[in-house]
């Protein structure tokens, strides 16, 4: 079985232009990357820091633990390189497993091509040594192996998260248009806010960027929130370090009663799913939720904080008009009300915020899925209140 404190390389994966921001959690939890990549940083670390990484970070994707990296030219080698290693040592026979593989070689043909002789090779390993074998499937419900193959290097981890982390658990109904959790947790450190000034969230959808900054602000972890990762079918796993971590987390939470958190929407349906997921995150006692046009959001006058808008960023032919009304509406309720705030915008649609009409002091680069983003920053400079 694996020794759950052997030292190996890690790589934690994450979306492209969150890299940053990963860093720096990475750096607060005491590790040190070896790479700063695109989508991920590569750090010498155990299981045991994988299972750490896994229940805190917030802007991550997958938390990866090498198995071997090695030489590989053609698809045919796959079988017999990936055969050789001493897979008895990861899974149990009876246990369950699923590939996935992202492969950058000419000859492979079939994505799926890959998966199938990883899975073939595992099972034929375990069916020579021990007369049967693991059983495998697409379900991320048990052990979880990934392969990175460019083209003739390979890299063949044990991927310790599973599903996604990019999910923090809290979200049982997501509203419309919703951020990912991930992203949102990104945005909000893009922000620099420092978790003890108001947060405000017009415009709030689900709830997400309100409840990531709750969470932030009284250290609640994505752990918290989730109870299954792939790590756990991992041999060598102890389900009572497991169970130790979680204390630890739940030590950590406090609770900052004198932070202001206001979300607030138009759609009493949306307001009312937000404060389900709020409840979900155990943090609904920390936001004021309030059904409003965002010009009508409560602003506290001390002391001032961060104001961040999601607004949407018309899809759909005919939605821009009406939205060029309301990103102008937006500039207008910044630059009278919220004076002495920063003022963030995240958007997807670089023509409907020239309507907002102040001049962004920063525009951050995010992805959304396939939407090229920004987090277009507003300095609202006080003696322009009205
Ligand atoms: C893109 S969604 C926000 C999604 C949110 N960030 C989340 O993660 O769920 C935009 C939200 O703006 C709200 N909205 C649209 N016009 C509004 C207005 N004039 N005042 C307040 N909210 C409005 C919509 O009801 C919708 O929930």
């Given at each position: 079985m694996l020794d759950f404190n052997e030292r190996r390389k890690v790589f934690i994966t994450c979306k492209d232009r969150s890299v940053t921001y990963l860093e720096k959690e990475v750096r607060e939890l005491g590790f040190v990357p070896e790479s700063v990549q695109r989508t991920g940083i590569e750090l010498i670390a155990s299981m045991e820091d994988c299972m750490d990484l896994n229940l805190h970070l917030r802007t991550a994707s997958h938390v990866l633990f090498e198995i071997k990296s090695f030489y590989l030219r053609h698809a045919d080698d796959i079988y017999r390189r990936v055969k050789a290693i001493n897979w008895e040592e990861y899974l149990d026979v009876d246990g369950y497993f699923s590939i996935n593989s992202v492969a950058d070689n000419e000859s492979v043909t079939t994505p799926l091509i890959v998966n199938v002789k990883i899975k073939d090779a595992i099972v034929d390993r375990f069916r020579e040594k021990f007369g049967r074998r693991p059983d495998s499937g697409s379900e991320f419900s048990g052990a979880v192996f990934q392969m990175f193959w460019k083209e003739t290097q390979a890299t063949l981890y044990i991927n310790t998260s599973g599903d996604t982390l990019a999910k923090h658990g809290y979200r049982k109904i997501p509203g419309k248009a919703p951020m990912m959790e991930d992203l949102a947790a990104a945005t909000i450190y893009a922000t620099e806010w420092n978790t003890r000034v108001p947060f405000i969230n017009p415009m709030c959808g689900s709830g997400t960027l309100a409840i990531e900054a709750a969470l932030m602000a009284t250290k609640r972890y994505p752990g918290l929130y989730r109870?299954?990762?792939?790590?756990?079918?991992?041999?060598?796993?102890?389900e009572s370090a497991y169970h130790a971590k979680i204390k630890k987390l739940e030590a950590k939470i406090v609770e900052v009663p004198e932070v202001k958190i206001i979300a607030s929407d138009i759609s009493l349906q949306a307001i009312s799913f937000a404060k389900e997921n709020a409840m979900t995150a155990g943090v609904d006692h920390m936001i004021d939720f309030q059904v409003c046009d965002f010009a009508e959001t409560e602003i506290p006058e001390k002391p001032r904080g961060v104001i961040m808008f999601n607004p949407e960023y018309g899809e759909r032919l005919g939605e821009e008009t009406e939205l060029e009304q309301t990103y102008r509406r937006i500039g207008d309720f910044m630059k009278q009300k919220c004076a002495g705030y920063r003022g963030y915008i995240f958007t997807g649609n670089l023509e409907l915020a020239k309507k907002v009409g102040l001049k962004a002091s920063r525009r951050i680069e995010f992805w959304n899925g396939t939407i090229d983003c920004r987090l277009l920053k507003y300095d609202l400079y006080e003696g322009k209140r009205d």
């Open positions: 109870s299954h990762y792939a790590f756990m079918s991992i041999l060598g796993y102890d």
